[in-house]
């Protein structure tokens, strides 16, 4: 196991001595400066876990240099001594950025004091340094040129998120499910000014009613039978970050009025309080359901409906960017052979036709789960259209031939009428007359599934059925 490098700097050599003497004691590699410029100079070339320093020093002070170390090393810990015990020393180290403050004289200090102290700082350190690995990695994942596909419909997409990501407004993300909803709610705060702060998601949909209140909220010790704690709720915290509500077409309308409150007046009461808590919190929300139909219906708020829909995002189905599908395939057998060394792959241009030509009502979601599928049955080697399952892809219905064109010629508007009224009238009897999950089978939006239905009206032919 690596000793800790740990650099001590005092501008008396007895005491750097000493400390040097009693750190190496407890385990750690000491290296010693005479004052801030050597210090400075020694933590831009070399790595060290922690900086030991005296607060009084001539020139640059104990406090300064902890401020210049951090803009050297942002994450590096710093403990300054001092030889005055008083609380306002204490405080003005921890204000420097210090992680905390050693008194003199040292050799008065038991050594387990010490060893924990140096300890918890360089724990403390190593932390820092995750968290802001974790962070840039999460940044770069969701930056917007990582995204796969360049069709028209996701550089749309990707054009709004961007405008979107430079604001702070509420949005609302609406789209089928596995869409990748979610990877838009997390493009957004990652690429917005709150990319430093939490990101905290809830799904609606996958907490029970009775629970949901407790976990938007949180609730106070007694508020209801279990509540044997308190307990913070996931609005707070997201405080000074973004909350993604997933799935919020399945809120309770009770619910439905509280989240009202929060999006207007920024505040709220934990369950079983009267305490008044504000919150800034950005509010990112999405759903697979028609709210503006739920709403007609009674089951979801106008009022809240439009304080969610400031900003409308509408994530388009695959099968509405089927020429993104060969990149997503190569996404994601890269992922799968660095994460399992899979040597599945390339894929053969016969088994991408069949995949471009079929409707993927589970999108994005169920292409992944298809190649993860072969990689775990396939073994290696080039994926041929044989290798894909039977159901759906070898036994989908071929699209009709190209019909010919008689001599005589034909009307093409008529023709393509015809066909049209053909697929509707299919559609809704495979449907059993839902004109919603009709128009999902047609790829349509609703609306001009109404639209051509009306059409056909208008020029005396009967409603598809």
């Known amino acids: 196991m690596r000793k800790s490098s740990i650099l001590v700097v005092d501008d008396e050599k007895f005491y750097r001595s000493s400390l040097q003497r009693i750190l190496a004691r407890v385990g750690h590699d000491v290296s010693q400066a005479a004052d801030a410029g050597e210090a400075l100079a020694m933590v831009a070339q070399s790595h060290f876990d922690l900086v030991v320093t005296d607060m009084q020093m001539p020139g640059v002070d104990g406090l300064q240099l902890v401020a210049e170390i951090h803009g050297l090393r942002p994450d590096l810990p710093c403990i300054i ?165 997933d799935e919020i077409g399945d809120m309770s309308p009770n619910l439905q009025v509280k989240l009202l409150r929060v999006l207007q007046d920024r505040s709220f009461e934990p369950v079983g309080s009267s305490e008044t808590i504000s919150v800034d919190a950005r509010v990112i929300a999405a759903t697979n359901q028609d709210l503006e139909k739920a709403m007609e219906e009674g089951r979801f708020r106008a009022d809240l409906f439009y304080r969610l829909n400031v900003v409308p995002i509408q994530v388009p189905a695959l099968r509405e960017r089927r020429e993104d599908i060969p990149q997503l395939v190569e996404h994601f057998l890269a992922v799968l052979a660095h994460e399992r060394g899979s040597e599945l792959g390339p894929m053969s241009d016969e088994a991408l036709e069949v995949l471009c030509g079929y409707d993927w009502p589970g999108n994005i979601r169920e292409l992944e789960n298809l190649i993860e599928r072969l990689t775990v049955l396939g073994g290696k080697g080039r994926i041929e259209a044989s290798d894909l399952p039977a159901s759906p892809f070898r036994s989908q219905t071929p699209r009709p031939s190209s019909m010919r064109l008689p001599s005589e010629g034909l009307s093409l508007r008529a023709e393509v009428e015809q066909l049209e009224r053909d697929l509707i009238t299919q559609a809704l009897e495979h449907t059993q007359g839902n004109k919603n999950r009709a128009a999902k089978l047609l790829g349509l939006n609703r609306t001009t599934l109404f639209e051509k239905i009306e059409k056909i009206k208008k020029k005396g032919l009967s409603e598809p059925a």
């Open 81 to 245: 001594v001092t030889g005055f015990g008083s609380p306002e020393s204490s405080v003005e180290a921890l204000r420097a950025g210090a992680f905390w403050y050693l008194e003199k004289p040292f050799e008065q200090k038991s050594l387990d004091v010490i060893r924990s102290l140096v300890e918890q700082a360089i724990e403390h350190g190593r932390l820092k340094a995750e968290n802001r690995n974790l962070q840039g990695e999460l940044r770069f994942r969701y930056r917007f040129d990582s995204v796969v596909g360049t069709s028209a419909p996701l550089r749309e997409l990707l054009a709004l998120v961007m405008r979107v990501a430079a604001t702070d407004s509420t949005a609302l993300i609406t789209g089928e499910s596995g869409t990748g909803k979610e990877l838009v709610a997390r493009a957004i705060h990652f690429n917005s000014e709150r990319a430093e702060r939490p990101l905290v998601t809830v799904n609606c949909g996958a907490i029970p009613e009775e629970l949901l209140e407790s976990e938007l909220f949180g609730h106070v010790k007694g508020a209801f039978t279990s509540a044997m704690s308190h307990r913070e709720g996931r609005f707070s915290a997201a405080h000074s970050g973004t909350i993604f509500l």
